[in-house]
Structure formats: structure tokens, C-alpha cells
């Protein structure tokens, strides 16, 4: 499936293959010196990766999956199109765990779901693209991150990667029998029609057509919209197929990565004098590099060198709360029976193209193929117990006049959880991160009381469906997979009485002197909502305050 040719991303030598390290069964030194390795192609990677190699630094940028479009060396096109992928058609999106692809970019090492292809999760998910609301970073982050500190931050995102709520180069929606029933529905309860890219604070009692990850009718995301920008830039390396074990460190100083390539053999990349190396792995696998290399509990330590990773003495180990505090948005499930006149689109057919009314509509740029799985995003908060409690509504149909709330306990929430790690070097939850608080048992509770209420009123005409009473739909709690806080960002110092932080508010690993972490681990609190867009905020600030460190 994979062809390896990595089409325009760079004009020399500089991209590495995986094949140029086939055999390489003993540890050996690359020759070159970087001036920054950063570990993980996935959102935060590639957009960090990119803002460097504009300020002319030398930088390898490692993937241990491979490139999921034309562009980056993909031979799985459509049949009906030889430019396209299935994961690059925004419609089959809402089909995405049926596609062979699936199975081939998750991870199969990590606590949750986390996607191992360039461009990470942006690459596998629904596409949903949230702006943050300025309350998320001003409740949640510390001084130094607040909105008015990353605002210009998103600017630069945006700039680039907006999102849309109308994909159709026509300036038309299409299969919109859902968002009839459900608008007609919410506004009788009084609540308010928004725009959730130019309405981003708007978050209690509002609904709006669904913002999504796509630009020019195709997935965006940074394999897109920030990658290309290193095409023929002689300072940039992208090597695929390769895995980060371990950091190489000398005391506090990190001074390479030991990987294992695409072959399984063993290799050592060495950085150049006063080089970095930034962590962009994801929330699930950059506490297990951190492990590996005598960063984190001891207790963790001891299992990475159980599991046969070489970590470094027991006198440079850097005891940092890495793995605590683990959040994610917990996901309820309603699904309703309703009295509209909609359905699935006939995903086979779109794959196979013979849904030939709807391809040749796309292939005008136009059309349902155009638009993501949602037909509408809305959300409400409430309070329980004197903390306010945010939820957001993903609505799409899922059979013939049915529609599947995936309901998501968001900001304000207060449970968390331990990621740990097991002798195999699989990441797990030591403790789940999920409803452990009274306080957040209660306001799922009521929240989902108040929608039962709502939606199965004798004037509706609706009826729930599986899961039939507000129990069933708590019983249907999953990983919202918009995992955070595994390597906290903060003040207070987590190698010093109840420190809390792995990461100061540059970014850089407490304990030592030029390593760096930016993705999805640092973030210190759960956003309103997706959290795709609020990954690439915090990676367009915190490369800017790295680079303001020089």
C-alpha cells in the first residue's frame, strides 16, 4: 500500500528513506548533526518542524508510520481518482474505521487509540475542527498562556488552516434532512443558531452547521497545509518508518535519539552542539520515550528497563510526575429514532464508484462528498456542584431517520487519570481517566437526564434507541480519544515537594537542559470540544517560545 516515494518534499538528499537503513541490526551513528530532532510527524510535529526549518534551523523531522497522501508516498487512490485516497475524501470520513487504512495507521502500542501515519490523529478523525474558546486557555492555562499570550498564535493557524463550515466550492450544504430535524428541535427549546468558527465563545445552549478540517475539498491538517512549505528547503529531512526508542543523554544534556528503522535494527542519531530534540509523539507515546530515558516515577523507569530499553544510570534519573494527570473527554452515546427523512450515504458505492451522480458532482468540486460525517455541533454546559461543566453534541445519521448523539463531557471536567507503562513498553492506564469524580458523575447524570427529557417529550415524536434510559446511555461511556496532561506544562516544578509540571512554560523538560515537548501531553486542562485545532494553537505558540530561547 505503501509506495515510499515521497513526491516534492524535498529536492535533495534530504529525505531519508527508511530502505537507506535496511540491515541495521547493530546500534550506528548518523553522520549528520541536527540542530533540532523532533520525534513524531503528527500535528504538532509537523507545524513545529515547519516554523523551524523557516528560521533556517537544521531539522530532522522523525515518523515511525508512514504518509498517508499522494504527496507523501501513498499508492492507495481511489479508483475513480489517482490523486485522491480514501482518507483524503472529507464523505467517506463518517466510514473511516471500515477502510483498510484504519487498521493499518492505529497504533497498536499505546493506553487508547492514537494514530502511527504522518499527520497523526488529523489524519484518521471525523475531521471536526473546534476553535477554542478564549475561556479555555484563561481557566485552565497558567500566566504566559493565556488567550491574549497564544491569540496571535492562532492568527498564524489560521491563516493556514481555518476550517470550514461550507466545503462546497458551490457555497451550498447538502443532505441536510438532519440539521432540519435537529434545528427545528433545539430552537423550540430556545436555544440559538451560531457560526462555531466566527462564534468560538458562543458554547451554552447553541448549535451550529459542523465546522470541519478541510480546505480545497480535500482533509487538511499540517500534511497539507504546513509540510509542503519545506519542499526543496536543503535543511529539512522528513524520515519515515522510524521509531524513537529512547533519548540519548549525557547527565542533563540530551544528545541524540536511538531509533529502531523500518528493518528493526538499532541506530543513533546524534544532534549538533547546542541542538534540541522536541518530544511531539502525542499524549500516549511521549511518556513511554520519557520512561525509556530516566525521565519520569522510578517506579516507570524500573518497567522500561524491565521491558529491555537501556535507560541511562540510576544517578541521572530525572524523577518527574510524567503519565499523572491524564485526561480525555468521555463520550456517551444517544441515539435517537426521529421523525425526518434522511440516511447513510452508501459508502461502498463511493469507494467503488459507482455512486457516479455524487463523484462526478465532487470531481466539480462540489456535492455531499465535500462535507465531513456531522450535520450539526452544539453545546451546553452545567453546574453541579459550583464548577461549570462544558459538553459538546456530534450529530450525524446513522441509519435511515436516525441520528447518533456522540455527547462529549468537556472543559471544566475534574477527573484524571495515570498512563503508565507495561513490560511489553505498551503505554496503559494505571488508573483511567474517566468520571472519577462524584462531582463529574453528577453533571453527566444530569446532563444526560436533561437531554432524555428533552428529546423523548411526547411533542417530539422521537424515540431513544439501545440505549433506552439515562443508565444505559452512562453505561455507554468511551474515550472521547483526545488525550492530554501526560507531561503537564506549569510553574510548579514536578521533581520538588507536590510539583505537578513535566514541562516549564517553554516547553522545555524540568531537569534538563535541551529537551523540549510539544503536543498534547502539556496541555494542562481539557478544551471545549475537539481537540484538534487547540493542538495546533499550542504547537504554533510553543515553537515560537523555543525559538525565542536562542
Known sequence: MRSFFLAGLAASSSVIGAAAHAGAHAHASSNSAYDYIIVGGGPSGIITAERLVEANKKVLLLERGYGPTVATGANDTLSWNNT?????????????????????????????????????GVTVNYMVFVH??????????????????VSAAADRLYARNPGTILPS????????????????????????????????????????????????????????????????????????????????RSGSEVTGVEVENASGGLENITLADSGRVILSAGALSTPRILFNSGIGPS?????????????????????????????????FSIIVKTNGTYGL????????????????????????????????????????????????????????????????????LTSSGVLGLNVDGDTVFDKSPYLQTAGDRAAATAFIQEMVNDLTDPSTGYKLETYTNVSAILGSQSPGMHYTTTAKLGTDDGRYGNGTS?????????????????????????????????????????????????
Request: aromatic share 10%; charged share 20%; hydrophobic share 35%.
Open 169 to 248: 466550492s458551490d457555497g451550498k450544504r447538502y443532505d441536510q434532512g438532519l440539521y432540519t430535524v435537529l434545528s427545528n428541535f433545539f430552537s423550540k427549546l430556545g436555544w440559538k443558531s451560531v457560526d462555531m468558527i466566527t462564534q468560538p465563545n458562543e458554547k451554552d445552549q447553541v448549535y451550529s452547521y459542523p465546522a470541519w478540517n478541510i480546505k480545497n475539498q480535500v482533509r487538511a491538517g499540517p500534511v497539507r497545509t504546513y509540510l509542503p512549505l519545506t519542499k526543496g528547503k536543503s535543511n529539512f529531512n522528513l524520515r519515515m518508518g522510524t521509531k524513537v526508542i529512547r533519548l540519548l
Open 345 to 412: 450515504l452508501d459508502y461502498d458505492a463511493i469507494v467503488n464508484g459507482t455512486d457516479t451522480a455524487d463523484i462526478d458532482l465532487y470531481g466539480k468540486g462540489s456535492g455531499v462528498l465535500t462535507e465531513g460525517k456531522h450535520r450539526m455541533i452544539f453545546f451546553t454546559k452545567n453546574d453541579v456542584d459550583g464548577q461549570v461543566r462544558y459538553y459538546q453534541g456530534s450529530c450525524a445519521p446513522t441509519g435511515t431517520d436516525e441520528v447518533t448523539i456522540t455527547a462529549y463531557m468537556t472543559h471544566g
Open 299 to 331: 517506579s516507570q523507569i524500573e518497567i522500561a528497563e524491565e521491558s529491555g530499553v537501556t535507560v541511562p544510570p540510576k544517578s541521572e534519573w530525572i524523577n518527574l510526575p510524567v503519565g499523572v494527570g491524564v485526561k480525555d473527554h468521555p463520550i
Open 502 to 550: 513535566v514541562v516549564d512554560l517553554n516547553t522545555k523538560v524540568y531537569g534538563t537542559d535541551n529537551l523540549f515537548v510539544v503536543d498534547g501531553s502539556i496541555h494542562p486542562d481539557l478544551p471545549t470540544g475537539n481537540i484538534q485545532a487547540t493542538i495546533m494553537v499550542v504547537a504554533e505558540a510553543a515553537v515560537a517560545r523555543i525559538l525565542a530561547l536562542e
Open 84 to 120: 485522491l485516497t480514501p482518507i483524503d475524501l472529507p464523505g467517506l470520513s463518517a466510514d473511516i474505521g471500515a477502510l483498510p487504512e484504519w487498521e493499518e495507521y492505529i497504533c497498536t502500542d499505546v493506553a487508547g487509540y492514537a494514530a502511527c501515519v504522518l499527520g497523526g
Open 132 to 149: 477554542p474558546p478564549d475561556r479555555d486557555f484563561n481557566e485552565g492555562w497558567p500566566q504566559g498562556w493565556k488567550w491574549d499570550d
